[in-house]
């Protein structure tokens, strides 16, 4: 029975993992998160669609360019979804939670696309997440290191920022400060997260104003 759980409890947390990756090396990917509050954008890459609050996000600037999203709510829970194709061509989907965030802050529930682990696409993006886990297992700590890993040179230049919903834990380009080392071509950008009172999952975000990353932080 304790290996049949542990194996259990093994499968799980790889499943929670693996809904901010989409490991398919092309065609088409339906990507179903677990999410902070509702969307109002579908992020691919560069390109933004604007979820019209029932079942289809349209491009901006081209609403005859659809893909089909969704979102559900179950005790407090919120599950976003959307079908993206072409993923061999893709790194990156991320939905927008504005109403979540506070004070102008903008984060991006991130999912990216790793073409059966070979990251194609990934030179495109300024953030770097091949080693940065979307799910943070924090059962029975009281901190976790937070890491978000950038290429040094980026278009929109040196700013980056890890923060919640309400505060910013930290910056490269002014206080607070975040840890940096550099690492190759890229900068590793490190913090700390206390657990907040009463929280069980706790969600952060790093942007670099053009590229995002998410973690979702279960402390029990």
Not at 123 to 129: E, F, L, R, T
């Amino acid at each position: 029975f304790t290996m049949l759980r542990t194996l259990y409890l093994v499968l799980l947390v790889g499943f929670i993992n693996a809904q901010y990756l989409v490991e398919d090396e092309s065609g088409c990917a339906t990507i179903t998160v677990e999410m902070p509050g509702p969307f109002s954008r579908v992020r691919i890459d560069a390109t933004n669609y604007e979820f019209d609050g029932n079942s289809t996000c349209a491009k901006e600037w081209d609403d005859s360019d659809t893909i089909p999203c969704s979102i559900t709510e179950a005790d407090g829970v919120f599950t976003a979804t959307a079908e993206v194709c072409n993923i061999e061509k893709h790194y990156y989907a991320g939905f927008l939670i504005k109403d979540f965030m506070q004070n102008r802050r903008f984060g991006y529930v991130s999912v990216y696309f790793t073409q059966g682990g070979k990251w194609t696409n990934i030179g495109d993006n300024c953030i770097q997440p091949q080693t940065t886990p979307g799910e943070i297992d924090a059962t029975g700590k009281t901190s976790v290191e937070i890491k978000c890993i950038r290429q040094k040179v980026c278009p929109m230049g040196l700013y980056s920022t890890i923060m919640m919903a309400t505060r910013e834990l930290c910056r490269d380009y002014s206080e607070p400060k975040c840890t940096e080392v550099e690492d190759g071509e890229n900068r590793v950008l490190t913090t700390y997260l206390q657990r907040p009172k009463g929280e069980t999952v706790s969600w952060v975000f790093c942007s670099t104003q053009d590229s995002y990353l998410s973690y979702r932080v279960k402390w029990e």
